[in-house]
């Protein structure tokens, strides 16, 4: 089992920066992958990034590459167990509830389909005004 608690949303000026957070706890949760997807409204949930648990890669989707970065500090020594999305240059675009999510154990394929995952947060909302 897997927990998993979003921080850091908000709101912000187009051409900032914010910093999403995602605290992951329980049993398993050394060895889960995780992602960040996105819903915002009337569109459908859309993947961000995800971090794969085992040799440390990462995932973009293409509108966020380049600006967002996806870094984990699970496996790390003294590590606060969380997996954070630091968002640059964001556009109103980006404006969606973002979501962070956990695969169960050992999965590192298919990390950018919502169906790979069995645990989510509550979800953040972030807002870019122009």
């Known amino acids: 089992q897997v927990q998993l608690v979003e921080s850091g949303g908000g709101l912000v000026q187009a051409g900032g920066s914010l910093r999403l957070s995602c605290k992951v706890s329980?049993?398993?949760?050394?060895?889960?992958?995780v992602g960040w997807f996105r819903q915002a409204p009337g569109k459908a949930r859309e993947f961000v990034a995800a971090?794969?648990?085992?040799?440390?890669?990462?995932?973009?989707?293409?509108s966020v590459k380049g600006r967002f970065t996806i870094t984990s500090t699970i496996t790390g020594d003294n590590a606060k167990n969380a997996v954070d999305l630091q968002m640059d240059s964001l556009t109103r675009e980006d404006t969606a509830v973002y979501y962070c999510?956990?695969?169960?154990?050992?999965?590192?394929?298919?990390?950018?389909?919502?169906?790979?995952?069995?645990?989510w947060g509550q979800g953040t909302q972030v807002t870019v005004s122009s």
């Open positions: 329980g049993r398993t949760f050394r060895s889960v992958s």
């Open positions: 971090h794969e648990w085992s040799g440390g890669r990462t995932y973009y989707t293409d």
């Open positions: 999510a956990a695969t169960r154990p050992f999965v590192t394929r298919a990390l950018d389909t919502a169906g790979t995952y069995d645990y």
